[in-house]
């Protein structure tokens, strides 16, 4: 594994993990309306295209990591708006 | 402008535009209780690093979104942490 791919991988997990502590608070706390609903609903298309674009250039970085961010920031987005029509 | 880059650019505005919401609903109500400041954190952390892979790639797409992003998240970051201290 180069540099290059290395840096590309540890980018990628970094920007995958990062809704964790927000999936983790809003479920802890069950309080999410301070949290846009909007932000995850563009998350979700902006890292939907990013797989598409990483599939077109066969980047395994970008297929991989975004990937999995579709799918970390969808549960949000779940979250989000489930919590907010129980309100 | 191929698919590929069209596909590439229009994710990378997606992922760089999507705090902006969360921006906007955090300076108007001036709450910020129930995000997660560890999430702009990671994802400072992530998308830095995304730059600086796709500045290795000569990759246009992921540098300049990237870097717009880092300074976006950088900002939400800030009133995060600023409105928290205030409390």
Redesign the interface.
């Known amino acids: 594994m180069n540099?290059?791919e290395l840096?590309?991988i540890?980018?990628?997990?970094?920007?995958?993990?990062?809704?964790?502590?927000?999936i983790?608070?809003?479920v802890k706390?069950k309080?999410?309306?301070?949290?846009?609903p909007?932000?995850?609903v563009?998350?979700c298309?902006?890292?939907?295209?990013?797989t598409?674009?990483g599939i077109?250039?066969m980047d395994w970085?970008i297929i991989i990591t975004n990937s999995i961010s579709f799918i970390l920031n969808g549960i949000m987005l779940k979250i989000v708006w489930f919590q907010g029509n129980n309100k």
């Open positions: 540099l290059e840096i590309g540890s980018a990628g997990i970094f920007t995958t993990i990062a809704v964790l502590p927000q983790h608070k809003a706390t309080k999410i309306e301070d949290v846009s909007t932000m995850f563009i998350l298309l902006g890292v939907g295209l990013w598409i674009y077109l250039k970085p």
